[in-house]
C-alpha cells in the first residue's frame, strides 16, 4: 500500500535515511512524505502498529526486482531425466544405460527409469521386475529409489534421486 492507500489511524514511521521518526497518525505521514517529495510506503502491515517507511516507491519496487532475480539465479532446478529400458535388454546396454543414469544423477538430477513392455511382453512382467532391481542396486553407491517400481499402463517406473 502506498501514500492515500495508507488507512491505519496509528503508523510507526521510518525516514528515507532509515532513522525512525515514531508513531504518529497516517495523515501526518502522508504530510512528511509529500514534504520530502517521496511516497509513504507501508513496509509491514502485519506489525502492530503497521510500519511505514518514506521512500521514492518507483526505486523500491525496482530493489525488489533485482532481489528477486538474484535469489532466482542462485537457485537449482531439478530436472527428471528419463532413461528407457526393455525387458530383453542386454548386459552391455544394460551398462551403459546405467552409466547414462550415473551421469544424471552426479549433476543433481532425477532419474525416471521406465521399463516398456510391448505385446507379449506384457505376460512375463514379474520376471522384469529384476531389470530394475540390478539398475538401483548397480547405483546404490551413488543414488537411492524414490519412488518404488510401479506398473503404470504398459510399463513399470521407478524414480532415482542422488545420495545426500
Known amino acids: 500500500m502506498i501514500n492515500e492507500q495508507v488507512r491505519d489511524r496509528e503508523v510507526r514511521v521510518i525516514s528515507s535515511d532509515?532513522?525512525?521518526l515514531g508513531i504518529m497518525?497516517?495523515?501526518?505521514?502522508m504530510k512528511l512524505?509529500?514534504?520530502a517529495e517521496l511516497d509513504l510506503v507501508k513496509i509491514a502491515p502485519n506489525a502492530k502498529p503497521p510500519?511505514?517507511?518514506i521512500i521514492?516507491?518507483?526505486k523500491y519496487r525496482y530493489e525488489l526486482a533485482r532481489k528477486e532475480k538474484e535469489a532466482k539465479k542462485k537457485q537449482k532446478t531439478i530436472d527428471v531425466?528419463?532413461?528407457r529400458l526393455s525387458p530383453n535388454i542386454d548386459k552391455n546396454d544394460l551398462n551403459t544405460k546405467i552409466n547414462q543414469a550415473r551421469k544424471f544423477l552426479s549433476k543433481g538430477d532425477k532419474v525416471k527409469v521406465t521399463l516398456r513392455f510391448r505385446g507379449r511382453e506384457l505376460a512375463h512382467v514379474n520376471s522384469s521386475k529384476g531389470i530394475l532391481e540390478d539398475f538401483a542396486q548397480q547405483l546404490s553407491d551413488?543414488?537411492?529409489v524414490d519412488k518404488q517400481?510401479?506398473?503404470e499402463g504398459r510399463s513399470m517406473i521407478m524414480f532415482l534421486t542422488e545420495k545426500r
Open 18 to 20: 532509515g532513522e525512525q
Open 51 to 53: 510500519v511505514c517507511k
Open 25 to 29: 497518525s497516517s495523515k501526518e505521514a
Open 33 to 35: 512524505a509529500r514534504e
Open 56 to 58: 521514492d516507491y518507483g
Open 142 to 144: 551413488i543414488a537411492v
Open 149 to 151: 517400481p510401479k506398473f
Open 81 to 83: 531425466k528419463e532413461v
